[in-house]
């Protein structure tokens, strides 16, 4: 069955930096266009970052244009979200989505 495994959230100071990787079994990854979203505290789940199937094409929340960078290692079931510059803002769970299904999440919290 679709698993999409989320990792390397925690806390960080603003301005400060974090990767997250979401591992995927259960379908074939290199078919799927990859998401993430995020959702904070009393808010909408909104999507923050996405890519095709083959890493050609990315697009961005406008929040987050210039700061996250998304990116796939098809060799590796992986795909990545690096996140620079972070910011109160920021703060929410991350959930990585693919193939009708969603990852457990991630805490990502900035705060100094």
């Known amino acids: 069955q679709v698993q999409l495994v989320e990792s390397g959230g925690g806390l960080v100071q603003p301005g400060g930096s974090l990767r997250l990787s979401c591992a995927a079994s259960g379908f074939t990854f290199s078919s799927y266009a990859m998401s993430w979203y995020r959702q904070a505290p009393g808010k909408e789940r909104e999507l923050v970052a996405a890519?095709?199937?083959?890493?050609?094409?990315?697009r961005y929340a406008d929040s987050v244009k210039g700061r996250f960078t998304i990116s796939r290692d098809n060799a590796k079931n992986t795909v990545y979200l690096q996140m620079n510059s972070l910011k109160a803002e920021d703060t929410a769970v991350y959930y990585c989505y693919a193939a009708f299904r969603w990852g457990q999440g991630t805490q990502v919290t900035v705060s100094s």
């Open positions: 890519i095709t199937s083959a890493g050609g094409s990315t």
